[in-house]
């Protein structure tokens, strides 16, 4: 489902849609973003098996920022319907630890689902089938559900949100929900801006209508807070609209390595000068979200020194963010005297006592005596608690 950029300007719609609970004020306003971008009928045809991909990875209600908002999934479903839409599937796969059928519960899908004649699908219950990525860097064949592959039109429904590896979770990144479970965590291990990106060029949506009604900032994309921002974004290249909803939160080119990589590798337009965006301008509606932060000196205090040497935004986003998860657990104390070491130009810091922890592929071949390695690109804060046995 994968396709390359064309030579005309993509178009990126923006609509404010400023009543997060209110269904029909969602409605009008998808509507009004899908029309300025083409319509429905642009990309649904009479008779399509149309699949609608939310983002669904834990059982918390959208109202919290982590989930996409019901009243905007059954709003597309319905005008999906009027575009003539035979059959409309909702299908995720929650995050590892997570029940994606809990999800659905928590998130009213169940209810949505029986009242509107929609299928659920839990990818993880789902049947697997092997795709040949020839454009794949890291992954050459990858595993795809069948629900997946069955549908002729495939929308994608990512929530606007931090992300504790890769600074924000959008469209692109949204898709990650599609894999087999046990590919989750060698997407981290063999490097997971790639990853995603490789996921795309078998994966990537028809359509990608963004849920900014609400937001995550901070320590996302579960842990964070929510952000009322109150628009709708629509796009047929997920770069496009990806890299447009960055610039809203106010984050720069710079920090989303994995959006330009995926423009630079064909899937989309990534630089702004080379996007049309109708609507509500960037400007207007832009509103940046808080990033992750840590409390440096109580950090200083119990001597946990970070030595991040030319890092990429992936691994030191998950420093901050293991670093974060331990403190809200009460538990940062068991790091007194360690000292974090990553990225790209990694290397042991002279003159530094305590106990070395190198995170990340790029300081696998450092020595140092009694240094912990945490492999990864980036590694996952969990597992980072694993090997350290926290």
């Given at each position: 489902m994968a396709r390359t950029a064309g030579m005309r300007k993509p178009v990126v719609s923006v609509v404010r849609c400023p009543q997060h609970d209110d269904y029909g004020?969602?409605?009008?306003?998808?509507?009004?973003?899908?029309?300025?971008i083409g319509g429905f009928e642009a990309v649904v045809s009479p008779g399509d098996r149309v699949l609608l991909k939310p983002n669904l990875l834990c059982p918390k209600p959208y109202t919290t920022g982590a989930t996409t908002n019901p009243h905007l999934i059954r709003a597309v479903?319905?005008?999906?319907?009027?575009?003539?839409?035979?059959?409309?599937?909702?299908?995720?796969?929650?995050?590892v630890g997570h029940s994606t059928t809990a999800v659905f519960e928590n998130c009213g899908l169940l209810e949505m689902a029986r009242e509107d004649d929609l299928a659920l699908v839990d990818f993880a219950k789902d049947e697997y089938q092997q795709v040949v990525n020839p454009l794949g860097k890291l992954w050459k064949r990858m595993r795809v559900p069948k629900t997946f592959l069955q549908a002729n039109v495939v929308i994608n429904l990512p929530v606007m949100k931090t992300h504790d590896a890769l600074g924000v979770t959008l469209g692109l990144k949204n898709m990650k929900g599609i894999i087999h479970v046990s590919d989750k965590k060698r997407f981290h291990k063999w490097g997971l801006a790639q990853s995603i990106v490789d996921l795309n060029h078998i994966a990537l949506a028809e359509l990608t209508i963004m849920d900014g009604t609400v937001g995550m900032e901070g320590d996302g994309p579960v842990a964070g807070d929510p952000v009322n921002l109150g628009i709708v974004m629509a796009a047929t290249d997920t770069v496009a609209c990806d890299r447009v909803a960055c610039a809203i939160m106010g984050f720069s080119g710079d920090e989303v390595?994995?959006?330009a990589m995926a423009g630079e590798q064909g899937l989309g337009q990534f630089e702004l000068e080379g996007i049309s965006v109708v609507g509500e301008t960037i400007e207007s509606v832009r509103r940046p979200f808080r990033r992750i932060s840590l409390d440096q000196e109580k950090l200083d205090q119990l001597g946990?020194?970070?030595?991040g040497y030319d890092a990429c935004s992936g691994c030191s986003h998950a420093?901050?963010?293991f670093l974060l998860g331990l403190e809200r657990k009460g538990g940062i104390g068991q790091l007194r005297g360690h000292n974090i070491i990553y990225g790209q130009n990694a290397r042991i810091p002279e003159g530094v006592e305590g106990i070395m922890v190198r995170v990340g592929v790029c300081t696998r071949e450092l020595c140092g005596a009694g240094a912990v390695y945490i492999p990864g690109c980036p590694p996952h804060p969990e597992h980072m608690e694993e090997k350290l046995n926290l």
């Open positions: 004020k969602i409605h009008r306003s998808v509507q009004e973003a899908v029309n300025l479903a319905d005008l999906c319907r009027r575009a003539g839409a035979k059959e409309i599937t909702v299908a995720d796969g929650a995050a390595e994995y959006i946990i020194h970070l030595f420093v901050k963010s």
